[in-house]
């Protein structure tokens, strides 16, 4: 037989809202209608409340009183553990957000007109603003042109999580200068072969 | 009772009339009357089929097609599901569907299909069978491809019972949830990494066919990076004085790098430089 | 510092669905991708549980394994109780929809066709409908006959709903009886003939 801790632990944890002293003892009336002798009073309930909070003091979970009742929930020191329950996957970055975020690293300070005209497409503000709320860019002035447009700039946290110590770490463009050019040369010989 | 419209009851009294008497009706004639028992036929339907006209429709419903009319005959009158009275079953089958018609009920075609599936099995039935053929091969029961079916049909009918026993989340049983308040769902970052960055770079000089390319080395990185921290520490419309910008601990090359981006700047219009007088300290000021 | 024990507690019931060893394991991770020297052994995240499961044995919860994972629910002798909390009683299936269900369950992937073959009957839209809504039935291919028909089969949350942890648990279907048991169809013709 279960008793009335048992009862009232299950009715929160199965109803996962506020529930209300009344309503808690209602689960015990026969019918809905008429009050019952076996309805536990007011105070038994509190007393298997307070029991349920004493039994959960050492636990992850809490009892708390709200604007509706009573309800079980997540302590927030857990927070740090429980959050990652919901972490959607990592998405991917586009193509257009990487080449923007490289332009913006490698020609720094640089304008959006610039990079537009490097990439040959109009960058998006969605892409700026992601960059700018991972805060890899800002704004660090404005150029003296007609619109004045926002100078951008890599910042600390675009190097610590690329895990550079300062810009000068980025792969030079020397190097991916020989990349193309190697890429270049042997889809060259390539044709070529095709060709003969 | 039902009610049947006068031009039925005269079938009825007719199909009746006409077999009155000792003699059994050729094989057919069975669907002009509603039932037979024993060796005469009934103009009304007996106890066990009778069914209240508004009932009726609630009554097809409970059936779920015909392989399930078809086992509700079988398994009433507690027969064995491998040894049906194909003759039997038939006619109470064929019964059924005779009276969902005269309720001008819309029935299903899958009842009219299961009838003549029944008659067919029964006409074969009644064709006698070569004596050699019987003992030496295999000729198949007509029923056994019905049988099948009903058998196959029970155990899902069976298997759909033991599902709807099975404890149920909100029935039988709840699940345990509680609130995570400060548990906010977090929006993680895609894995980028270095190397992501340069193929991006890579692809986009490529396709943009960056001339430049071959100028920029590592201090042009350094220079167009000083910049931007220049810029950053200038702010708006501050000044800075030059000495502060060049500090001696970067050492020569730290120095230069500096200066050459300062001179970008300037040439790039981002900064201005101003000079009160010769030689006096020089002055750094975003535009 | 809050133990092994009642994060995994917290994270069940925060999360209200089965979840995996793994995905218990990876609450700890510091980061999604690499493996991090925190994160609990496999066996550490099972001793949490089987702590768990003692902890409730008196109580009017469980710790249940279902599709795949675990998950903490209330007891079914507390229904009597807990049911009250709803006003509504919980909905009655159709024979025609169970029978359906049952059919997926059992022989999916399955095309309505086939479905329909068994049953005797068309399925009605409605009821494919209902299965796919509740998201206990889903798309997963289609066969390759002329057509192309939808094959169906059951779902995660199907097992869920019914408690079950694979589909191995489902009841055992009744065997077939072999049909050489039929009776010599002869002789019933001939007590036929003797009836007229």
Chains 1, 3 share one sequence.
Not at chain 2, 152 to 176: I, N, T
Not at chain 2, 254 to 280: I, K, M, N, W
Request: with cysteine; aromatic share 6%; net charge negative.
């Amino acid at each position: 037989m279960p008793t009335i801790k048992d009862i009232v632990e299950a009715a929160l944890l199965a109803y996962g809202q506020p529930l209300s002293i009344e309503r808690l003892q209602r689960l015990f009336a026969r019918s809905a209608a008429e009050s019952d002798s076996e309805v536990p009073s007011r105070e038994a309930i509190e007393t298997a409340l307070a029991t349920l909070a004493e039994d959960y003091a050492q636990r992850g979970i809490e009892l708390r009183q709200v604007a509706g009742g009573y309800r079980i929930q997540v302590r927030a020191e857990l927070a740090p553990w429980i959050s990652r329950l919901w972490e959607a996957r990592p998405a991917r970055y586009s193509r257009a957000l990487l080449e923007t975020l490289a332009l913006i690293a490698y020609r720094q300070p640089i304008t959006r007109g610039e990079i537009e005209q490097v990439r040959g497409v109009a960058v998006s503000t969605s892409i700026i603003r992601t960059l700018e709320e991972q805060e890899w860019i800002r704004v660090v002035g404005r150029r003296d042109v007609p619109g004045r447009p926002a100078l951008y700039a890599t910042t600390d946290a675009f190097l610590a999580h690329f895990g550079l110590n300062n810009r000068s770490e980025l792969p030079a463009l020397t190097e991916l200068t020989e990349l193309t050019e190697l890429t270049d040369w042997t889809a060259e010989i390539e044709g070529e072969s095709d060709e003969q | 009772m039902i009610a049947v419209s006068e031009q039925q009851s005269a079938d009825f009294e007719a199909a009746a009339a006409r077999n009155d008497g000792s003699l059994a009706p050729p094989p057919g004639s069975e669907g002009d009357s509603l039932a037979r028992v024993g060796d005469h036929y009934l103009c009304q339907w007996p106890e066990d089929l009778y069914i209240p006209p508004d009932a009726l429709e609630v009554f097809l419903e409970t059936f779920e097609g015909p392989l399930d009319l078809l086992l509700y005959l079988i398994r009433r009158q507690n027969l064995d599901i491998l040894d049906i009275p194909i003759a039997e079953v038939t006619r109470q089958y064929i019964e059924y569907v005779d009276l969902m018609q005269e309720l001008r009920l819309e029935l299903a075609a899958e009842y009219l299909v299961m009838a003549a599936m029944l008659a067919e099995i029964k006409s074969r039935m009644l064709l006698p069978r070569p004596a050699l053929a019987a003992a030496e091969e295999e000729v198949e029961d007509p029923r056994a491809e019905l049988v099948r079916r009903l058998q196959e049909y029970e155990r899902f009918k069976r298997a759909a019972a033991e599902l709807d026993q099975l404890p149920r989340w909100g029935r039988d049983f709840f699940v345990a949830t509680v609130d995570a308040p400060a548990c906010q769902p977090a929006t993680p970052v895609p894995e980028v990494g270095v190397a992501d960055l340069l193929a991006a770079l890579r692809g986009v000089l490529h396709r943009a066919r960056f001339h430049e390319h071959h100028r920029v080395s590592r201090e042009a990185i350094s220079i167009r990076q000083r910049m931007s921290d220049m810029l950053e520490r200038l702010g708006h419309g501050r000044y800075v004085g030059l000495e502060e910008l060049l500090t001696a601990h970067e050492g020569r090359s730290g120095v230069v790098v500096t200066f050459l981006a300062l001179l970008e700047l300037v040439r790039e219009s981002l900064v201005e430089l101003t000079q009160a007088e010769l030689f006096a300290p020089i002055y750094v000021r975003a535009r």
